[in-house]
């Protein structure tokens, strides 16, 4: 499965970005889906997660800042990211998480202070 992450970019410290994943060929609806990130020099992390049932995850650094969904008629999974700070700053990829697991190729948010 070929995972594609886009809306990535430069941003400066207090602003937004959404970030969208979508699978070629198939739709990620009835997957349980995440994002994860990893900043220069660090290991990859969980920021969110979205199942199919909807149950929702937030890495506490995140929490009231970012927002998993998903856009059904699109086929999508979106994180809407605001009050974005320069910790921010890394390499986001989506990834299907059940019922098995899949990663696209990132997308590279950067932070400016």
């Known amino acids: 499965v070929q995972l594609q992450a886009s809306g990535g970019g430069l941003v400066q410290a207090g602003g937004s970005l959404r970030l969208s994943c979508a699978a070629a060929?198939?739709?990620?609806?009835?997957?349980?889906m995440a994002w994860y990130r990893q900043a220069p020099g660090k290991q990859r992390e969980l920021v969110a997660s979205?199942?199919?049932?909807?149950?929702?995850t937030y890495a506490d650094s995140v929490k009231g800042r970012f927002t998993i969904s998903r856009d059904i008629r699109k086929k999508t999974v979106l994180l809407e990211m605001n009050d974005l700070k320069p910790e921010d700053t890394a390499v986001y990829y989506c990834?299907?998480?059940?019922?098995?697991?899949?990663w696209g190729q990132g997308t590279l948010v950067t932070v400016s202070s």
């Open positions: 990834t299907i998480v059940y019922p098995f697991r899949a």
């Open positions: 979205i199942s199919r049932g909807k149950d929702l």
């Open positions: 060929g198939r739709s990620v609806n009835n997957y349980d």
